[in-house]
């Protein structure tokens, strides 16, 4: 397993996942909810969404809401299923109690900045 930083954004290699809607990157951030004793993060806590989204106080995010989230359920939700899966295979939450440096975490996100791109190989990075 992976431990990543609950705090920042990551993004799925282009093999993995795009956005259904435009086909840029995906992330994957905002964790909200996670099992406490192993770090895993919950289906209700992983949320994923377009690198693409533009700040929400410009003129092109209301077009861009409404294009790429008129109907969650049919072009969101069967990717965020398979996304959760293939990450909690992989990756587990570094906890506050935990502590497990790695190489592979970016700094946050903030505003869609310059996320880290995740890993398809099942590397092993354990909390010490």
């Known amino acids: 397993m992976i431990y990543l930083d609950p705090h920042k954004w990551y993004e799925f290699p282009a093999d993995v996942a795009c956005c259904p ?12 909810e996670w099992e406490t004793e192993t770090g895993a993060v919950t289906d209700c806590g992983f949320h994923i969404d377009c690198k693409n989204e533009p700040d929400e106080d410009s003129e092109e995010y209301e077009d861009w809401f409404k294009s790429h989230w008129s109907m ?8 965020q299923y398979r996304l959760y899966k ?12 935990q502590h497990a440096p790695d190489a592979r ?6 505003a ?5 791109i995740l890993s398809t190989s099942q ?3 354990t909390p010490t």
Do not use: H, K, N
């Open 72 to 79: 969650p359920y049919v072009d969101w939700l069967p990717l």
């Open 123 to 125: 590397a092993s990075s």
């Open 21 to 32: 809607i435009c086909g840029a990157p995906v992330l994957v951030g905002d964790f909200d």
């Open 112 to 116: 869609v900045s310059e996320p880290i």
């Open 86 to 97: 293939w990450f909690t295979a992989r990756y587990r939450l570094r906890l506050p109690t």
């Open 105 to 110: 975490e970016s700094a946050p996100l903030g």
